[in-house]
């Protein structure tokens, strides 16, 4: 069931203003083991609207998380890239905390604990992370979690029964979490006086200067400006005092936040004013990016039959991004053969909504198409290095956006 969300998930305005639908989707993780499944598949309908009180991008309608998250199949340690920003992070703090073996560093949605396993010849470590199965896989690895969807409650027994935290990481869970307010003053609440919370989320300029629309999905309730996470991290008690931009998912806001009475570092400001000048926080370049995706949902299928004309066509990575631009741009198995993932938990099941087979990624040598849609556009480098054989051979690699190309 799709609840629609009439009011700002930040400020609680009710002035929303629809910029784009991608029409009735199914949940991205919604896999399908076998023909039976089809009759019961639903879509949902996928839209964002601008809130003008505090330029908030957010989803008109959202999904139950307890049907969302509670069972998952998407597992942090099956990426490269991820398990070596893991080691980075625990390198940067582990100097700038100059963390202790009593010190205790929180991951919120910890996943499989790939990020946290890093931390650990530090300092204590705790995740918690609401679906059940993967918390287990964690657990299993060595990495102490608490299966539970994270809230101001949630916060207040941890820290009774942990202790406070140095580090809280949040990444890429902000914008999926309903009671977002909530979320982060829980954050706050954990926290020691000295401590850095650690937001990661997909950024809204990123997204719309580079036509991420595949970004959009039921799983990703907000999409953020710096101008947004601002007034947010203040609703919820929270200074925000640094910000950067990574490259991680095609491009990322790192948030970091401390208690308040804590001054801003100067690249709080830049970023707000650089936003401000160029209206990225506004309504005119959402009705830019709206108009430009609808162009691609024809230019990008007219792309992949011109190429299907001159050869074969697969594509590589059952991601949630995939399954988004499969399914608004009507690609399906009359246009690509099969979908090459790395995941088990997806090979030998089909795609919603276009029901591409997932095949193990060992397929795309034997089968050797001409050419091999990147549906995971995010990690191209990883996947090249993976698939280095495939494009010695002669095999090319498409990118979808910002416009199709052979890469």
């Known amino acids: 069931m799709a609840t629609p969300l009439h009011a700002c998930r930040v400020c609680r305005s009710t002035a929303l203003e629809e910029v784009l639908s991608l029409g009735d989707m199914p949940p991205v993780n919604s896999f399908l083991s076998g023909p039976a499944d089809v009759a019961t598949e639903r879509a949902y309908p996928l839209a964002i609207a601008f809130c003008p009180t505090c330029s908030h991008v957010q989803l008109t309608h959202m999904l139950d998380p307890k049907d969302v998250f509670e069972q998952y199949i998407y597992f942090s340690g099956m990426s490269e890239t991820v398990v070596r920003w893991g080691e980075s992070l625990a390198k940067r703090y582990a100097a700038e905390l100059s963390l202790a073996k009593s010190d205790l560093v929180v991951e919120l949605a910890s996943n499989d604990g790939c990020i946290l396993k890093a931390f650990k010849p530090t300092c204590r470590v705790l995740g918690v992370e609401p679906a059940k199965n993967i918390a287990e896989v964690a657990v299993a690895a060595g990495v102490p979690t608490i299966a539970e969807f994270f809230d101001s409650r949630v916060a207040g027994a941890s820290k009774v029964a942990h202790g ?153 990575g059952a991601a949630a991004k995939g399954v988004v631009l499969t399914n608004y741009c009507g690609i399906g198995p009359s246009l690509i053969d099969f979908v090459a993932d790395r995941s088990p938990h997806k090979q030998g099941k089909r795609t919603p909504g276009q029901h591409l087979p997932v095949v193990a990624p060992e397929r795309v040598l034997a089968a050797n198409p001409t050419h091999l849609l990147v549906l995971a556009w995010n990690f191209i480098d990883e996947i090249r290095t993976q698939l280095h054989a495939y494009e010695a051979g002669g095999g090319r690699f498409v990118v979808p956006v910002p416009q199709p190309r052979v890469a």
């Open 164 to 316: 406070g935290a140095r580090l809280i990481i949040a990444r890429n869970v902000v914008a999926h979490v309903p009671e977002v307010v909530d979320f982060l003053a829980g954050a706050a609440d954990w926290l020691t006086d000295d401590g850095v919370l650690h937001v990661e989320v997909p950024y809204l300029r990123e997204m719309v200067e580079k036509l991420e629309f595949d970004t959009i999905y039921h799983e990703h309730l907000s999409y953020f400006s710096v101008t947004t996470m601002n007034r947010l991290f203040a609703e919820a008690g929270l200074v925000l005092w640094d910000v950067e931009e990574i490259t991680l998912h095609g491009g990322s806001l790192v948030a970091r936040g401390k208690k308040r009475g804590t001054a801003p570092r100067e690249s709080v400001a830049r970023y707000l004013a650089a936003e401000r000048a160029s209206d990225i926080a506004g309504i005119a370049p959402l009705r830019r990016f709206a108009a430009e995706t609808r162009q691609l949902k024809t230019r990008i299928p007219e792309f992949l039959h011109d190429l299907k004309k001159k050869g074969s066509l697969a594509a590589y």
